[in-house]
């Protein structure tokens, strides 16, 4: 989530690694200059959680690799029900650190953050672990987290955005009929929007059916940049739009996309798979 928040800050300005290529370190012991020269950062931003039913306490530290100084830390002990408030607050604070000045557009989306049940955040994350199976009990679990997280919040657009990327993957995997899973996908994609109109998933998601299952470019480009009108270095939205860019025959701004994608998250598999296609058809 935090890789979200900053990924949408100043991207001409900083650039955040996705999270696959993140989390490959998760518990590891590799030193952070060697992370560092790895995945081409500057800073990193780690931290910890400990939580019990209904609370939650976080440490956060921002760390320079050149020298391994840290910038700066915090630790937060909030209700579980905040804590996508508290991540746009580390967001603000990880961009003070780094003398990043905020437009008024973020200062903006960061303010209006609101808390959300802790149930339902929970389910929606445990619903987004479960996708990644990329089985049929992993999508059919997904589902029910993805649908108690909307019973428990019907306002909450992540999950609904997160059950119409459900579908297009059934579609695509062969686990639904192009006819049934469409329409469930892109209405509840359109849903996740009409709650939330940065929901930038939801607007990835719609660009992808509008380009693989609809086959209506014009739509399909409107919906690209739409997306990266929000955030531009949407490292989960680029693979797809290079691909884009690489059926409507423009070569030179897909190869430019899938290479940015590349840089953003360099040991995702998806990524690099995509950037693969491009190459070829880029001959």
């Not at 910890?48 to 320079?64: F, G, T, W």
């Not at 059916?209 to 919906?223: K, M, S």
Request: aromatic letters at 8%.
């Amino acid at each position: 989530e935090m890789i979200s928040q900053l990924g949408r800050l100043q991207p001409a300005r900083m650039s955040v690694i996705g999270r696959t290529s993140v989390m490959r370190y998760k518990k590891s012991e590799v030193p952070l200059h060697q992370i560092g020269s790895e995945l081409g950062a500057g800073y990193i931003l780690g931290g910890s959680c400990r939580r019990d039913k209904v609370r939650i306490r976080v440490s956060v530290e921002l760390i320079r690799v050149e020298d391994q100084s840290q910038l700066w830390s915090e630790t937060y002990e909030r209700e579980m029900s905040g804590l996508l408030v508290l991540q746009s607050e580390v967001a603000k604070k990880v961009a003070e650190a780094l003398a990043l000045k905020l437009l008024p557009a973020d200062e903006v989306r960061l303010a209006n953050v609101r808390n959300v049940d802790a149930e339902a955040y929970e389910a929606y994350l445990k619903a987004v672990r479960s996708m990644e199976a990329l089985s049929k009990a992993g999508f059919d679990e997904a589902e029910r987290s993805f649908n108690l997280a909307i019973e428990k919040e019907p306002g909450y657009a992540a999950p609904w955005a997160g059950l119409a990327g459900l579908w297009v993957s059934r579609i695509q995997l062969g686990m639904a009929s192009r006819e049934e899973g469409l329409l469930i996908a892109k209405s509840a994609a359109l849903k996740a929007i009409a709650l939330d109109d940065g929901e930038t998933e939801a607007r990835r998601v719609l660009a992808g059916i509008l380009t693989w299952l609809d086959w209506d470019w014009p739509a399909a480009e409107r919906a690209w940049n739409r997306l990266f009108e929000i955030d531009p270095d949407n490292a989960m939205g680029l693979p797809g739009y290079s691909h884009f860019l690489m059926v409507t025959r423009r070569l030179d701004e897909a190869l430019a996309k899938s290479e940015r994608a590349v840089e953003l998250d360099p040991y995702n598999v998806r990524t690099q798979s995509f950037h693969a296609q491009v190459l070829l058809g880029a001959r």
